[in-house]
C-alpha cells in the first residue's frame, strides 16, 4: 500500500541545514594542528629562570646568607641567562617563520621578561661609562673625617681601605659634583649634631658610633653603614661636627666599601645629607633659644644676697 504525502506536509520536512565554518575558525585550525616550536620555549624558560635567579641573588646579598663573590656570580649568570633568552627567542623566530610552528607568544613573554632584567643594570653599566670612576665622597677632601670604629670592616679581602682615596679622587669629584661642600649652620655644635644624628636615624643607617660634642673635646662624629637600596651593598658614613666660631661646621663623607666605582650612589647620599642639614638647620634656628630657669628654693632655705 503506496502511502501518500499531503503537498503541505512536504512543506514542513526540511533537510539539515549544512553549517560552514567561520573563516577565521578554518584558517586557525591547521594552525592550532602545528606542534609548539621547542626554541620558544627554551627561551621563555630561560627567561623565567633569569628572575628566579635575580631574586635570589638580591635575597643572598640582603641577608648575607652567602659572601659577595658568590652572590655576584649568581647576579651576573642571571644576567647571561636573559641574554641568553633573547638569543635562543630570535632563533625561535627565524624556524617559526621558515616551518610555520608555533610559539610567537612564548618568544614575546621572552623578551619582555629579559628586557625587565637587563634594563636597570644596563642603566648601570652607560653611568659606568660616564661617570668618573671613584668610591669615596666627601665634603672636606683636604682633611676628610674619617673611619674610626668602620676601619676595621675595610680590611677584608676585596674591601676598598679606610684611608681616603687622594687627590685623583678629590679632582674627579670636582668635576663632577662641584656642589658637595662642608655645611655651616648657624647652632651650637650640639644643637647641630643633634639634628645630624636625627637624620641619620631616620634614615635607619645602622650606627656603629656616635661621640657628642662635650668639652673638653667639641668634635662630635658619627660613623654609621648605609646600603644601597636594590642589591644593598653596604657603603659607610662618616660625619663630623665642629666649632666654626659660635656656629658649626658639618663635614661627611660617604664611601663604597666594594667596587672602585659608586656610580654615583655616594654622591647622592651626600648631596641630599646637605640638603636635608640646611632645611632642618634653617629650621631650628628659628627655634627661640629655651632659658634654663632655675629651681625655687626649699621651703625654710635662706636665700643669701650678694
Not at 658568590?70 to 647571561?80: E, I, K, N
Not at 636594590?230 to 666654626?244: A, Y
Request: glycine share 6%; no cysteine.
Amino acid at each position: 500500500m503506496v502511502r501518500r504525502i499531503e503537498p503541505a506536509a512536504l512543506l514542513r520536512v526540511r533537510p539539515n541545514p549544512v553549517v560552514p565554518l567561520p573563516m577565521a575558525r578554518r584558517f586557525h585550525a591547521p594552525y592550532l594542528s602545528e606542534p609548539v616550536s621547542s626554541l620558544a620555549s627554551w627561551a621563555r624558560n630561560l627567561a623565567v629562570f633569569s628572575v628566579v635567579a635575580v631574586l635570589v641573588s638580591i635575597l643572598v646579598l640582603r641577608f648575607d646568607f652567602l659572601e659577595m663573590k658568590p652572590a655576584l656570580m649568581t647576579f651576573f649568570g642571571a644576567l647571561g641567562l636573559a641574554v641568553l633568552s633573547i638569543l635562543v627567542g630570535l632563533a625561535a623566530f627565524v624556524a617559526i617563520w621558515r616551518n610555520g610552528s608555533r610559539g610567537m607568544g612564548r618568544i614575546l613573554l621572552a623578551f619582555l621578561i629579559a628586557a625587565a632584567v637587563l634594563a636597570y643594570p644596563g642603566y648601570l653599566a652607560l653611568q659606568y661609562r660616564k661617570l668618573p670612576k671613584i668610591y669615596d665622597i666627601t665634603t672636606d677632601p683636604i682633611d676628610p673625617p674619617r673611619f674610626e670604629a668602620l676601619a676595621a670592616l675595610r680590611n677584608g679581602d676585596g674591601t676598598n681601605t679606610a684611608v681616603y682615596a687622594g687627590l685623583y679622587s678629590a679632582e674627579q669629584q670636582q668635576k663632577a659634583y662641584p656642589d658637595i661642600e662642608p655645611v655651616q649652620l648657624e647652632l651650637p655644635p650640639d644643637r647641630a649634631y643633634a639634628i645630624a644624628l636625627r637624620l641619620v636615624n631616620r634614615r635607619k643607617w645602622f650606627i656603629v658610633d656616635e661621640r657628642a660634642p662635650q668639652p673638653p673635646r667639641r668634635i662630635g662624629r658619627i660613623e654609621a653603614i648605609a646600603r644601597t637600596p636594590i642589591m644593598g651593598f653596604r657603603e659607610d658614613v662618616s660625619i663630623r661636627v665642629q666649632p666654626d666660631g659660635e656656629d658649626s661646621r658639618i663635614d661627611v663623607r660617604s664611601a663604597s666599601r666594594y667596587f672602585d666605582s659608586d656610580i654615583g650612589s655616594n654622591a647622592a647620599r651626600v648631596n641630599k645629607f646637605i640638603d636635608d642639614l640646611n632645611t632642618a638647620g634653617e629650621a631650628e634656628a628659628q627655634k627661640p633659644v629655651k632659658k634654663v630657669v632655675p629651681p625655687p628654693p626649699a621651703k625654710g632655705q635662706k636665700t643669701v644676697k650678694k
